[in-house]
C-alpha cells in the first residue's frame, strides 16, 4: 500500500517542479505583454505630433512621440512611462488631453515595445527612461517645468527617475509597492519572492524623494490591490496624496483619459 501512495507524491512534486521551473524560467514572457508591431507615424495619431529617438546608454534606438501643447504659454512637459502592455497608440488619447491643458507630451515606447529593439528588463526599462529624460532635458525642459507620469508599471521607473532627477511634480497612476508583491496575489501557491528577478521596489524607492506626489487609484482595481497604491502614497518622504476614482479597475476609462486623472497629473 505504502508504494502506490509513494509513487502518487512524487507525480506531485515532479509536478511542482517543473510547473516552477516554467515559471522562473519564462517569467519575463509572464510580466512583460508588449505590442511588438511598429506603430504608425506621431502625426497619423495625434495632430502636431513628431517621431523622435531616444538613445539609451546601452546603445539601442528608440522610437517615441513628442507632441507640442496646443496653448500659449505652454506650462511644461509631461513625460508618460507606460505600463506593461500594448504601445504609445494606446496613450494617443491621454496626451491629446495633456496638450489641450497645455502641456508637452512625451509618449514612450520601452524596449520591445512598438517596434523598438531589445527585451524588456528592469534594468533595462530603467535605461529607457533615463533616454527618455534625456531627450526633454535637451529640449530645455528643467525640473521646474518637468513632470512625471506613470501607469502601474511605468510607476517604478518614474519614481527611480525621481530619486536621480527630481522634476516638479510626480504621479503615480495604480502603483504597487513592488512587483512580487502583485505576483503573489496573482500566483499566490508559487514561491513568487523568491523567484522574481525584476523587483520594481516603488514604496522604497518612493521614500528618497521629497518632490510632491499625487497616487491615482481605482476602488475596484482587481489587479493592483488598492491598498498597495495607499500603502506607496503614506511610504512618500515629501507631501502627497491620493485621488481615488470610484468604481474604477485597473483599465478602465477613468484611469486612461478621466477628468480626476487629467487633474491630478496637471494640478
Not at 536621480?164 to 503573489?184: I, K, M, N
Amino acid at each position: 500500500m505504502a508504494r502506490p501512495v509513494w509513487i502518487w507524491v512524487g507525480s506531485v512534486l515532479a509536478v511542482v517542479v517543473l510547473v516552477v521551473g516554467l515559471a522562473y524560467a519564462f517569467q519575463r514572457k509572464l510580466i512583460y505583454l508588449p505590442s511588438t508591431a511598429p506603430v504608425p507615424s506621431a502625426a497619423s495619431m495625434l495632430a502636431g505630433a513628431r517621431d523622435v529617438v531616444l538613445h539609451t546608454a546601452d546603445g539601442l534606438e528608440l522610437g517615441a512621440w513628442f507632441l507640442p501643447a496646443r496653448t500659449t504659454p505652454e506650462r511644461g512637459a509631461v513625460l508618460v512611462a507606460p505600463g506593461n502592455a500594448g504601445d504609445r497608440t494606446f496613450r494617443a488619447p491621454l496626451a491629446a488631453e495633456l496638450a489641450a491643458r497645455g502641456f508637452a507630451v512625451l509618449l514612450v515606447d520601452y524596449r520591445g515595445y512598438g517596434g523598438n529593439p531589445g527585451s524588456p528588463t528592469e534594468e533595462g526599462l530603467t535605461q529607457d527612461i533615463r533616454a527618455a529624460h534625456r531627450f526633454l532635458a535637451g529640449a530645455g525642459y528643467g525640473p521646474d517645468r518637468l513632470r512625471y507620469y506613470g501607469e502601474s508599471l511605468g510607476c517604478s521607473l518614474v519614481t527611480k527617475l525621481a530619486t536621480e532627477q527630481p522634476p516638479a511634480a510626480l504621479v503615480l497612476r495604480s502603483p504597487f509597492t513592488d512587483l512580487p508583491a502583485v505576483g503573489q496575489r496573482q500566483y499566490p501557491i508559487l514561491p513568487v519572492r523568491l523567484l522574481m528577478w525584476d523587483r520594481f521596489p516603488v514604496a522604497e524607492d518612493v521614500r528618497r524623494i521629497r518632490v510632491p506626489v499625487t497616487v491615482v487609484l481605482g476602488t475596484e482595481d482587481s489587479l493592483v490591490p488598492p491598498e498597495q497604491s495607499r500603502a506607496v502614497a503614506a511610504a512618500a518622504a515629501g507631501p502627497s496624496r491620493v485621488v481615488e476614482v470610484a468604481g474604477a479597475g485597473h483599465n478602465d476609462p477613468a484611469l486612461l483619459t478621466g477628468d480626476a486623472l487629467l487633474d491630478a497629473i496637471t494640478a
